[in-house]
């Protein structure tokens, strides 16, 4: 399903989000209020601007869709972090954020063979009990992990 974001006549599938893009964009407001900034694309009043100048629509970041809807990138408005922000449905992984907030708590944290993400904080979302967000930091872009893998796949001639 498609969720139109603006009054425009036009049938270009990428001034709209999907369905789960909304997701975010309708809890933007809240996101804000629990300290973090979303992108231009999720605002509520966000409107494609190559509808509106004529430019290609493929060179503006908010042309493309999430690759994994659950995740979605923010800053952190504190101290202006790149941070990570992940849905969660309760009725599918109902100790996800329990078990992340335990190998989070300073006890577990200091412990070498702890390799888990960190956990920042869990929201409840106000208008959505069977779903909550967990912050956690943004690790790193996928395009610099293939670039390491193949550094390392170079230097290790495999």
């Not at 603006?6 to 300290?35: C, I, K, M, Y």
């Not at 972090?81 to 708590?105: C, D, N, T, Y």
């Not at 920042?120 to 395009?143: H, K, N, Q, R, T």
Request: negative net charge; proline residues 7%; contains cysteine.
């Amino acid at each position: 399903m498609i969720t139109a974001l603006n009054t425009f006549d036009s049938l270009d599938f990428h001034g709209f989000l999907p369905e789960d893009e909304a997701f975010w964009r309708n809890h933007q407001q809240w996101l804000v209020e629990s300290g973090y900034l979303v992108r231009p694309r999720f605002h509520p009043d966000w409107v494609p601007p190559w509808l509106t100048n004529g430019e290609t629509d493929y060179i503006y970041e908010d042309y493309h869709f999430l690759y994994n809807i659950a995740l979605f990138d923010v800053i952190r408005i504190m101290d202006g972090e790149q941070m990570m922000l992940k849905r969660v449905h309760i009725s599918r992984h109902p100790v996800e954020a329990s078990m992340g907030q335990l190998f989070s708590s300073p006890i577990l944290t200091s412990y070498s063979e702890n390799h888990c993400i960190p956990f920042y904080e869990v929201l409840d979302i106000p208008d959505d009990a069977s779903c909550m967000v967990i912050a956690m930091p943004f690790l790193l872009p996928v395009y610099e992990l293939m670039w390491l893998v193949k550094l390392l796949t170079f230097s290790l001639n495999i």
